[in-house]
């Protein structure tokens, strides 16, 4: 199985808030990006593995700044690591200037896909690398976002999650 690279993986749509993608305050709704988050990680996802995937978790959703209608936005998602059969996906959303043309992150979620079979059974997935600093950064603090999700979802002992421990104790010598 051939290793892909994270910017292999890179996928990138631009969307315009219409009056029918927004709440009684002329935002977007929260859900509405959601879903746009949903389809763009799951093209990233299967970028990497050329396989159908599904989607397993909605780690981490940020709504750190509205999006007014009419707005520009554009979804830029990328695998930031791959486990046996889960990829983890960045997906960063930014808000064009109407004027400048310049885009300002507002918003950013991490997913996690599964690739499966015919069947809907998981199957493996190639080996992730990463090569820009922000991506190494998103690559090695996934380990620990997967351990953390493990422990809470009851499947891992919090004494079995190597990396999350050494963030809080010094290894004895």
Known sequence: MTS????ETLAI??????PND???MGNLFGGQLLAWMDVIASVAAHRHCRR????????????????????IVTLEAKVSRAFYSSMEIFIDVFVEDPSSGKKRKCNEAIYTFVAVDQYGGA??????????PEEISRYEGALRRKQLSLIL????????ATELKALFFEEKK
């Open 52 to 71: 159908t995937v599904v989607t397993a978790a909605v780690n981490n959703v940020s709504f750190a700044q509205a999006i007014t209608q009419s707005s």
């Open 4 to 7: 892909k690279k994270a910017i």
């Open 123 to 132: 199957i493996q997935v190639p080996e992730s690398i990463p090569e820009s």
């Open 22 to 24: 927004t709440n009684t």
């Open 13 to 18: 749509t631009t969307k315009i808030v219409l």
């Open 153 to 160: 979802a009851g499947k891992m002992k919090p004494n079995d």
